[in-house]
């Protein structure tokens, strides 16, 4: 019985290793969806793991804030011009590590403007747009040959509309995450004593 019981622990433990080391070093895929309209001021963004858990928060922008709005009615800030600059070159450094380590698998982006009562207006804006955001794409498309790209701009002329829906799949293990974010808290602690031992010697 001992060893029918120590057998079934080691298939256990074993199974439970099997399974983190999917979850650690292969790659997780991700959705997200992202719509603002611009002269509302007011949109959404939504991060969906694995196609069931779902991740949805409205959002709105105020300043150099976005407030993002939970559905129990709560509010969590996000400032992206913090007063601490290595912290901005961390959240730029792990951008950076991220999109190197990141598969990108689709990657879509819908855009509607519409200008009241002028046409033309309205044409030219969405012909300059889609033109840029295809150069944009194509080069993407270059430096990512996996990934799959779509874009389109609607035009509306019975209204004033600026809005964008961003959509994208990505995969990116667990592992590759975490070795981001240590390379980019490395990064910061050394521009961190860079800045410490500059100021240190400019004042003496």
């Known amino acids: 019985m001992r060893f029918t019981h120590t ?13 983190l080391f999917f979850l650690v ?3 997780i895929p991700i959705r997200i969806k992202l719509f603002y309209n611009i002269l509302c001021n007011h949109g ?7 196609s069931k858990f779902r ?8 300043g150099h804030k976005v407030i993002l709005v939970q559905k129990n009615g709560k509010t969590k800030e996000i400032d992206f011009k913090p007063e601490d600059q290595t912290i901005i070159s961390f959240y730029e450094n792990l ?5 190197k380590k990141m598969i990108v698998k689709k990657f879509f982006l819908f855009i509607t403007i519409g200008i009241r009562d002028n046409a033309f207006l309205t044409a030219m804006l969405s012909g300059t747009i889609q033109t840029a955001i295809s150069i944009f794409f194509s080069y993407l498309s270059v430096k990512k040959n996996d990934s799959r790209t779509i ?16 959509k994208a799949k990505i995969n990116i293990s667990i592992i590759s995450i975490l070795f981001a974010i240590l390379e980019s808290a490395n990064k910061r602690k050394k521009e961190k004593k860079r800045s410490i031992l ?4 400019k004042t003496s």
């Open 198 to 201: 500059y100021g240190t010697r």
């Open 95 to 99: 951008q950076k590590a991220l999109l």
């Open 7 to 19: 057998n079934s622990m080691g298939n256990v433990i074993g199974i439970i290793g099997v399974i």
């Open 25 to 27: 070093f292969l790659p």
């Open 55 to 62: 991740f949805k928060e409205e959002l709105y922008l105020s």
């Open 151 to 166: 874009t389109e701009v609607n035009t509306n002329f019975k209204e004033e509309q600026f809005s964008f829906v961003w």
């Open 44 to 50: 959404f963004i939504t991060i969906q793991l694995f």
